[in-house]
Nanobody, 123 residues
């Protein structure tokens, strides 16, 4: 059974940093892409970043390029999202998900989801 569990969310001031973790079980990270998504109140869910299962190539939404970094630790079956220079508009529930589409950036194709972790950026 595939499971994904996010952690690391919280309240942070603008300009601050957080590191989110996505702990996975029931599969290996070289068999599924892992994507990070977010959903702010009243807005649609959007793909933020992803890491390719086979190549470990990464992809970022324009809104987070240069500020967020996705990485993975295969030994720990965990994917991370390092978020720096956070802005109030980054406030959202962040989800990780697993998928097998050809491109990890095909954000509409992810099948398995975690429960989400809240990130609030406010002074």
């Amino acid at each position: 059974q595939l499971q994904l569990v996010e952690s690391g969310g919280g309240l942070v001031q603008p300009g601050g940093s957080l590191r989110l973790s996505c702990a996975t079980s029931g599969f290996t990270l070289n068999s599924y892409h892992i994507g990070w998504f977010r959903q702010a109140p009243g807005k649609e869910r959007e793909g933020v970043s992803c890491i390719n299962s086979k190549t470990a190539r990464t992809n970022y939404a324009d809104s987070v390029k240069g500020r967020f970094t996705i990485s993975r630790d295969n030994a720990k079956n965990t994917v991370y999202l390092e978020m720096n220079s956070l802005k109030p508009e980054d406030t959202a529930i962040y989800f990780c998900a697993a998928g097998t589409s050809y491109y990890c950036s095909n954000y509409g194709s992810y099948k398995y989801w975690g429960q989400g972790t809240q990130v609030t950026v406010s002074s």
